[in-house]
T-cell receptor, first 113, second 116 residues
Framework: SQQGEEDPQALSIQEGENATMNCSYKTSINNLQWYRQNSGRGLVHLILIRSNEREKHSGRLRVTLDTSKKSSSLLITASRAADTASYFCATDGGASWTDKLIFGTGTRLQVFP | DGGITQSPKYLFRKEGQNVTLSCEQNLNHDAMYWYRQDPGQGLRLIYYSQIVNDFQKGDIAEGYSVSREKKESFPLTVTSAQKNPTAFYLC???????????????FGSGTRLTVV
């Protein structure tokens, strides 16, 4: 079963614009993570936000978490063509002693130069 | 450099044939995972292992088998019982901290399996 659902499924923007993608999940969580996947490649971990955190920053990335709405957003500021990739959220499903992650369906981001 | 190595990058399987995908990590991670990704889809968990000589089924384990005889290695066998094996297979590992996972996964670069 897939825990997370990203929205939108696809997003196209111009370089320099901000990109916002959203993730909704179904159960309680301990943390939520965002990953990036370039076409035909493995996923790369971007950022982790714990359930008791509301916002986290890393470079041009800003992640928010609203556990009451079971949702998270990833904002990429001043986007670049190199940001073109698919972005996935992943949650642990609230498990007490496991590292098992459940991934969403992803948002495909296209940044035009 | 530490990381995860998946091999081969491309694999072709004939009908009725078993094939094994390799996954090796030198990160000293306890936990390892296998995911399947279909075109335009998210990742679905096949099997995972949190410690040597132990593994658990994920959401789509039917037609697959794994072993975890060494900490560094977690090979996945796609058996003839898997009727639709054409997909992109991703292996990952993570460090267990004694609490909830506080670290992200490290992924390999994937194996693309095609049935011919």
């Amino acid at each position: 079963s897939q825990q997370g659902e990203e929205d939108p499924q696809a997003l196209s923007i111009q370089e320099g614009e901000n990109a916002t993608m959203n993730c909704s999940y179904k159960t309680s969580i301990n943390n939520l993570q965002w990953y990036r996947q370039n076409s035909g490649r493995g996923l790369v971990h971007l950022i982790l936000i714990r359930s008791n955190e509301r916002e986290k920053h890393s470079g041009r990335l800003r992640v928010t978490l609203d556990t009451s709405k079971k949702s998270s957003s990833l904002l990429i500021t001043a986007s670049r063509a190199a940001d073109t990739a698919s972005y996935f959220c992943a949650t642990d499903g609230g498990a007490s002693w496991t590292d098992k992650l459940i991934f969403g369906t992803g948002t495909r981001l296209q940044v035009f130069p | 450099d530490g990381g995860i190595t998946q091999s081969p990058k491309y694999l072709f399987r004939k009908e009725g044939q078993n094939v094994t995908l390799s996954c090796e990590q030198n990160l000293n991670h306890d936990a390892m995972y296998w995911y399947r990704q279909d075109p335009g889809q998210g990742l679905r968990l096949i099997y995972y292992s949190q410690i040597v000589n132990d593994f658990q089924k994920g959401d789509i384990a039917e037609g697959y088998s794994v072993s975890r005889e060494k900490k560094e290695s977690f090979p996945l066998t796609v058996t003839s019982a898997q009727k639709n094996p054409t997909a992109f297979y991703l292996c990952a590992s993570s460090s267990r901290t004694g609490d909830h996972s506080n670290y992200g996964y490290t992924f390999g670069s994937g194996t693309r399996l095609t049935v011919v």
